[in-house]
């Protein structure tokens, strides 16, 4: 499986230990939009190719990385996509089965709101913090391995149709579900592996990592 991992300028979430284990356990390339370099710098991580209008990145750090042979991708600060979609799309073509998106939160509620709705455009992307994943689901997934973890489905579309869910603390069966409802809250797995499967909508579900 090809993995991309591609740190933004929100807030990295969690310890260091816990980006550097799972990136050692799962291989990928590594991306930054901006700021996010120096999370990667942090974490003593040399990325692959930065993207951004370098409104948040410095010309002195740019210039000791491009030595190092990173690819710098300059963009213009008016223009119409943010970093981070930036970074999407150029990823999309080159045929990354999963792209984890750290440090997608705790900054710009307006960044994080578009960075979640870029989730339904690259399906293949994920946030990953040692807190949470959160992903889109278009109709039928298979959650795995999280007995006991705390679960929220949150409507993205203007009705979910035909809802249900096995597996879970609270089931529904063919359940429609309209956008802002909190039907689907703070749910719990209770089994090693909970069906989710709807007939019409998007849905963006949001796993808590730690119990």
């Known amino acids: 499986m090809r993995t991309a991992y591609v740190f933004l300028n929100g807030e990295l979430q969690g310890s260091e230990q816990f980006y550097k284990d799972f990136m050692t356990a799962c291989p990928g390339d590594v991306f930054c939009a901006d700021g996010g370099l120096y999370h990667a710098g942090k974490l003593g991580i040399l990325p692959v190719e930065i993207f ?7 010309g002195e750090t740019l ?24 970074i999407l799309g150029a990823l999309s073509g080159r045929q990354y089965d999963k ?15 578009m960075n979640a ?7 293949q992307a994920e946030f990953l913090s040692e807190r949470e994943r959160v992903f889109a689901i278009f109709g039928k997934y298979t959650l795995c391995g999280c007995k006991g973890k705390t679960v929220s489905l949150l409507p993205f579309s203007e009705t979910v149709e035909e809802l249900t869910l096995r597996g879970f603390s609270y089931p529904l069966r063919q ?26 909508g998007m849905i963006l579900c949001v796993v808590e990592t730690i119990t």
């Open 175 to 200: 359940a429609t579900v309209g956008m802002g409802s909190s039907l689907c809250m703070s749910n719990v797995a209770v089994e090693d592996r909970c069906g989710i499967e709807f007939s019409k």
């Open 63 to 86: 210039s000791l990385y491009e030595k190092k042979g990173v690819v710098i991708r300059r963009f213009p600060v008016r223009k119409d996509e943010t970093d981070g979609e930036l």
């Open 117 to 123: 709705f870029l989730l339904f455009r690259f399906p």
């Open 52 to 58: 951004g209008d370098f409104d948040s990145t410095d």
């Open 99 to 113: 792209i984890y998106l750290l440090a997608a939160s705790g900054g710009r509620t307006d960044h994080f709101l």
